[in-house]
């Protein structure tokens, strides 16, 4: 079945380094979404990308989807306290459901 | 417009006893799923639920089942539970490809 994988596993930045975080799935994706989980809370959705090679920006986060829609990337710039947390990428299930299947997620730990 | 809501949101359990879990979703929302969160394992999904009937089924064993009903509320429940249920359990509701979580229900089995 579909797997998304997400590297790395855990991020240690000082606050104002850049971080990425990169999503491959083993087969082409419809779309691709991006959610936020901070410590101790639930799921946040950021962000969805559907078409190929798209990049969408919100304030400091950069998201793109491939030219095959098999990848995807998170960028932070100047990475801030209030950044920290997991962010999981997620692939619908394969069969055309809406039920996003996760990657293991990657933990951002800011240092001040 | 009132989040997702699930409870209770901490349970202590002994092996080999059931659990039951609640999710109340957003209003408007019929679809409702559901996701073990581990350490070790991230997210994993259990089963969506759309009207009344489940849509899709994750690897999970039969111990684990659900319900939804006429509301579009879900239920969960663990039977036999082992020491390797323990977990976060999410619920997401949806009205379209967004999922909204609720807080969680942590399952301790001791």
């Known amino acids: 079945g579909q797997q998304v994988m997400q590297i790395p596993q855990y991020q240690h930045v000082q606050e104002g380094e850049d971080f990425t975080t990169y999503c491959n799935s083993s087969t082409t994706l419809s779309n691709i979404q991006w959610y936020k989980q901070r410590p101790g809370g639930h799921p946040v959705f950021l962000i969805q990308?559907?078409?190929?090679?798209e990049v969408k920006k919100q304030k400091r986060l950069t998201f793109q989807f491939g030219e095959a829609k098999k990848n995807s990337s998170l960028h932070i710039t100047a990475t801030q306290t209030t950044d920290v947390g997991t962010y999981f990428c997620a692939g619908p299930k394969t069969g055309g459901s809406y039920i996003p299947t996760f990657g293991r997620g990657t933990s951002l730990i800011v240092h001040p | 417009k009132a989040g997702v809501t699930q409870t209770p949101r901490y349970l202590i359990k002994t092996r080999g006893q059931q659990v039951t879990l609640s999710c109340s979703p957003i209003?408007?929302?019929?679809?409702v799923s559901w996701y073990q969160q581990t350490p070790g394992q991230g997210l994993q999904f259990l089963f969506e639920?759309?009207?009344?009937?489940?849509?899709n089924k994750g690897n999970f064993p039969g111990r684990f089942s659900g319900r939804q009903f006429s509301n579009s509320r879900s239920e969960m429940n663990v039977s036999t539970l082992e020491l390797g249920d323990s977990a976060l359990y999410l619920c997401?509701?949806?009205?379209?490809?967004?999922?909204?979580f609720g807080q969680g229900t942590r399952l301790t089995v001791v």
């Open positions: 997401a509701s949806r009205g379209g490809p967004e999922a909204f």
């Open positions: 990308l559907v078409k190929s090679g």
């Open positions: 639920y759309f009207s009344e009937t489940q849509r």
């Open positions: 209003s408007g929302h019929r679809s």
